[in-house]
């Protein structure tokens, strides 16, 4: 009887310790995006479409004003800088708005960049001269090509009118974006 005792104690200690040790994990600090459409697919504030949207659009941001900083501090071209400058200042304008809505409707935003984002930017951060200013004007192209389409798409699909309200305005700006990011690459090739 004591043998099983002290066997059924070390079984309900080993239980505890890994109960205790996942629910410690941040899934935040993992996966922030994940975490934010999580609560709101528990909550609710608004349709999947609308806080997916938010979500995307809000990591996009950050990411481009993060990636903005880095081209500020590390470009060689004084155009490459003036774009990232541009990039921290229209992008910083475009996420206090969507928080400032998010807030309202109860719309859950990641508080930081999704890891992969981190890791890039990491990686991108190692990069100096013509090779960085390539890099990250190859990706603002990319990027704020696939950015545009997203905004279109809610612009059109997207359910919560003031969303949609402020894709539609927000388009114009990131189109300029794509257009001068499309400008600055053209002109290396002359």
Known sequence: MKKLVILSATFLAVWMTQSCGNNAKNPQSEKPVDSAQ?????????????????????????????????????????????????????????????????????ITLPAELSTDDKKHIDDMAKKTGKDFDKHYIDMMVDGHENVVSEFEKASDNVTDDDLKTWARNTLPTLKAHLDSAKAIKDSWKK
């Open 38 to 106: 999580s609560i709101n697919e528990t909550v609710k504030p608004v349709d999947e479409k609308s806080s997916q949207f938010a979500v995307d659009a809000a990591n996009a941001g950050m990411k481009e004003v993060a990636m903005g900083k880095l081209a500020q501090e590390k470009a060689q071209s004084e155009r490459v800088k003036a774009f990232g400058t541009m990039m921290v200042n229209d992008h910083t304008k475009a996420g206090d708005e969507l928080k400032a809505m998010a807030q309202k409707k109860n």
